[in-house]
């Protein structure tokens, strides 16, 4: 388990003359020394075959060594550590720190910038590092927390939540699509109607409760006034959209898609870039629409769907019960079938949101829009 000794000339597991003891990982993760034979002859045939040579005798290895910082964010500073390195430093978390910061990670030879989201508190130092040209991995709370776990990290401060950040953002691939800043700037304009929407479902349930008319007609008012603000504010970012070439295509192969509207179509372009780059079972899972196991042993748990981008869901499942009931042929089989099998209308109505994305994934990865089914005949 800790030490593998490879057999030697004779096919003895002894170390012959000349062998070299190597550091190896073991099955376990436990480090060991694997004892690769000399460049000798080998008469028997039992040299290690796992160990190459070149024709000088020495391994043909590559090595990229890539320098990770980590970053912990507040909203007046930011705390930096690099990965197996002593340098820990703090800026203000304002652009004269950014500049200071991208200085002096550009110093120490730092390539690629972990951080944690915080809120948007993140923002403007991932785009200003960014614009330096370091790759920056925005991590979720959750993925940073588990790592912690995993390698019994209990105490916490800023400094060390870097170090952690640090540690966890250098066993991270680089994601496969890069991000697009018009969208991310899009995104903001869309959390901002969607907050609108959460304002005018409170005044409308307020309104139920309230009898004095002079207050009901403040009420509506108000509900009037928000709802002309959403509307003038879809029209611009629809606008907005459809002024770059790529993303107007990506929108109208998303609005051929029978139960997609605008509004809809919007959240599904501006909240999942992926989209038509990945495969269903990712769409899915990163809308928080994927069932997820629950099974131990005998047990075998309800499915459940979990995490995942809350909005983009929230979007999607409002669409789905105006798509299930009247606008796509195949959610309305869809949702028809799973209520007859005895399923709940929540749970048939997030499948049918799951479709959606999924009908929405197919017609932007082909590039065709949607086409009805031919009715049998």
Not at 225 to 251: G, N, P, S, T
Not at 279 to 294: I, K, Q, V
Request: proline share 5%.
């Amino acid at each position: 388990m800790f030490r593998e000794e490879w057999p030697a000339a004779a096919c003895i597991p002894r170390q012959a003359a000349g062998d070299r003891i190597e550091p190896a990982l073991s099955r376990f993760w436990l480090p060991r020394s694997e004892i690769a034979p000399a460049p000798s002859s080998d008469p028997d045939g039992c040299r290690n075959n796992l160990v190459r040579f070149t024709r000088q005798g020495s391994r043909k290895m590559t090595q990229t060594n890539i320098t990770t910082a980590g970053i912990d964010t507040s909203k007046a500073k930011l705390d930096i550590a690099v990965h197996d390195r002593p340098e820990r430093w703090q800026v203000a978390n304002a652009p004269a720190g950014w500049r200071a910061l991208a200085a002096n990670l550009a110093r120490t030879g730092v390539t690629r910038v972990g951080i944690e989201a915080t809120g948007g508190y993140e923002r403007g130092v991932v785009e200003h590092l960014r614009a330096a040209g370091l790759t920056v991995l925005v991590l979720q709370p959750i993925q940073v927390k588990a790592f912690g776990r995993v390698h019994l990290r209990r105490a916490k401060n800023d400094a060390l939540d870097a170090v952690l950040i640090a540690a966890c953002a250098a066993t991270m691939n680089e994601p496969r699509i890069a991000p697009d800043q018009r969208l991310t700037e899009l995104a903001d304009l869309l959390t901002f109607i969607e907050q609108i929407e959460e304002d005018i479902a409170r005044l409308k349930i307020r309104l139920e409760h309230i009898g004095e008319p002079r207050l009901r007609r403040m009420v509506v008012t108000d509900i009037a006034r928000l709802k002309a603000r959403r509307l003038a504010m879809l029209r611009f970012i629809a606008k907005q959209l459809r002024a770059h070439h790529d993303l107007a295509a990506r929108l109208e192969l998303v609005l051929s898609v029978p139960g997609i509207g605008e509004r809809t179509a919007l959240a599904l372009i501006i909240r999942m870039p992926e989209l038509g780059y990945i495969s269903r079972e990712e769409a899915s899972a990163l809308a928080g629409l994927a069932p997820f196991d629950d099974d131990s042993g005998k047990h075998k748990g309800q499915r459940h769907i979990s995490g995942g981008r809350g909005r983009l869901r929230r979007s999607l499942y409002a669409a789905a019960l105006p798509a299930a009931f009247r606008w796509n042929k195949a959610l309305i089989s869809l949702y028809g079938r799973l209520i007859a099998r005895g399923k709940a209308h929540n749970a048939a109505l997030i499948a049918c949101a799951r479709k959606l994305l999924i009908y929405a994934n197919t017609v932007v990865a082909r590039g065709t829009p949607w086409v009805d089914s031919a009715p049998a005949t």
